[in-house]
């Protein structure tokens, strides 16, 4: 009786094509959760921009309840600020997707961010979307 197996030349281990595979799908994996994290952090700066915007279209609502006559022309954020929560000393700013921190006009009704000469801060495209701007 003979037990000995004659040695197999084909081997168990990963070859060189699968091994490559196997790193091309962890890449993609990796490049794709970069790029779902970049486009959250995109959308929760444009969802705290709205939030903020809220905040002051309420105050702006709020002051011009209190003064009927008023031409939103002519609100200052000076005007907002005893509205506004916690009493701030200054009126809140947003960032923008690039980092830089714009201002909010309160003399238009709704509230809008400032990219520059009175210009709509809105990277969304969209101005019903509720991000970047108070919304329809």
Do not use: C
Not at 8 to 32: A, C, F, K, Y
């Amino acid at each position: 009786m003979n037990l000995h197996h004659p040695s197999n030349p084909t081997s168990r281990g990963l070859t060189l094509l699968e091994m490559s595979m196997v790193i091309l799908v962890l890449l993609t994996l990796i490049q794709i959760g970069l790029f779902t994290s970049g486009k959250m952090s995109e959308w929760s700066k444009g969802r705290q921009a709205s939030e903020t915007l809220r905040e002051v279209y309420s105050a702006q609502r709020m002051f011009l309840a209190d003064h009927p006559t008023t031409d939103v022309s002519a609100i200052t954020d000076a005007n907002l600020l005893p509205y506004l929560q916690g009493s701030p000393d200054a009126l809140p700013t947003v960032e923008s997707l690039d980092g830089t921190e714009l201002n909010i006009l309160v003399n238009v009704s709704p509230p809008i961010i400032n990219a520059g000469s009175g210009v709509a801060y809105d990277p969304s495209g969209d101005n019903s979307d509720s991000l970047w701007d108070v919304g329809d």
